[in-house]
């Protein structure tokens, strides 16, 4: 287990290495995250979650917050749907006095499937959203797959090490069809129950009409989970 664990650890650190050199500034996100799990004994639950992103590493020049909550419900343990709204912020990092040049409303609906191969994990997660975009309106549809290994328990819980790795894809009805893709890799410590830390790589690219480009950000992202009296196994996700 030891010499899987290293491997994984090498292997990340090795895509990160590569990543952050393929660029001059590397971003971070951090996000913090609340959640009440839902399953088939407890079917609601929901999620409150903050965000904010940089230009810089480490906080530095903060161009981007956005603040989101939803409430799911557990068609059974493999099946989660959940309708969400949220409101995102974005400044010019060139010029953070100036005030915020995009501010969008959002609502979205989504259905959460998992899969268990083994000891790991994989989660296809479909989104619909509904987006008010400064004064304009625009629909837009998501994929992700998202891939859980923990290193030294079969499931999920406390006292877990862990790699997550997902990769999702936005589209919308309008050109260009292929707006962005989103991938990730990190790792990740239930600490408790309830605590789960999360740090790795994130990797954006956007394609627009004016043209396409990529940022490699510093993900850290740290979740607290509400105890349920009759808990299931959860995922450690990014909710965005």
């Not at 050199?21 to 913090?32: D, F, M, P, V």
């Not at 609502?107 to 000891?119: C, D, G, I, K, V």
């Not at 707006?179 to 999360?198: D, H, P």
């Amino acid at each position: 287990m030891r010499r899987r664990l290293s491997f994984f650890i090498t292997l990340l650190s090795f895509y990160v290495s590569t990543s952050f050199a393929q660029s001059n500034k590397t971003g971070t996100w951090g996000i913090l995250t609340f959640v009440l799990p839902s399953n088939k004994d407890q079917r609601w639950g929901g999620y409150a979650e903050s965000q904010a992103r940089t230009d810089e590493l480490l906080f530095n020049r903060i161009f981007y917050h956005e603040f989101k909550t939803g409430i799911s419900y557990a068609i059974d343990n493999n099946y989660v749907a959940l309708i969400g709204t949220g409101r995102y912020t974005t400044y010019d990092y060139t010029d953070l006095d100036k005030g915020p040049t995009t501010r969008e409303n959002r609502l979205w609906e989504q259905l959460t499937f998992t899969q268990y191969l083994s000891r790991i994990k994989f989660e296809h997660r479909y989104r619909i959203e509904q987006r008010w975009v400064n004064a304009g309106y625009r629909n837009r549809f998501r994929y992700r797959l998202n891939v859980v290994v923990p290193f030294n328990h079969k499931s999920m819980g406390a006292k877990t090490a862990f790699l997550s790795v997902f990769d999702e894809i936005f589209l919308n009805n309008e050109q260009p069809h292929f707006e962005r893709n989103r991938v990730a890799a990190s790792l990740g410590y239930q600490l408790s129950s309830s605590i789960t830390l999360q740090a790795g790589w994130l990797n954006q690219y956007n394609n627009t009409l004016a043209g396409t480009n990529d940022k490699n950000n510093l993900l850290i992202n740290v979740s607290y989970q509400i105890k349920r009296k009759k808990p299931s196994e959860q995922l450690p996700t990014v909710k965005d």
